[in-house]
Nanobody, 120 residues
Framework: QVQLVESGGGLVQTGGSLRLSCVAK????????MAWYRQTPGQERELVAR?????VTDYADSVKGRFIISGDNYMAYLQMVNLQPADVAKYYC????????????????WGEGTQVTVAS
């Protein structure tokens, strides 16, 4: 019923910028939070940034001052500047939301990910 689709990944040089986008498709009711996670092979998925419906944001220490999360209706964005080789990972969109059919039930949904590669 709900699908998250990411876009915007790619290859950049060190110090470059990218903007990731994520669209939620389906019968969306309410979105409690939008987030971006990232994962490298053999490592656990880690939270990069989260935006709550209240407007409060959380960021991993490693991206503070470089990444900005934003959202609009059913879209989530991650603006990334001054990218470093340590930022290389597959980035996943996550939303905690309730469908229009069950506004009392919130679930986590994930996209399939988009690869970000930074050339040193």
């Amino acid at each position: 019923q709900v699908q998250l689709v990411e876009s915007g990944g790619g290859l950049v040089q060190t110090g470059g910028s990218l903007r990731l986008s994520c669209v939620a498709k389906g019968t969306i009711g309410e979105i409690k939070a939008m987030a971006w996670y990232r994962q490298t092979p053999g490592q656990e998925r880690e939270l990069v940034a989260r935006l709550w419906s209240s407007g409060v944001t959380d960021y991993a220490d490693s991206v503070k001052g470089r990444f900005i999360i934003s959202g609009d209706n059913y879209m989530a964005y991650l603006q990334m500047v001054n990218l470093q080789p340590a930022d290389v990972a597959k980035y996943y969109c996550n939303m905690e939301l309730a469908t229009a059919y069950r506004l009392d039930v919130y679930q986590n949904y994930w996209g399939e990910g988009t690869q970000v590669t930074v050339a040193s």
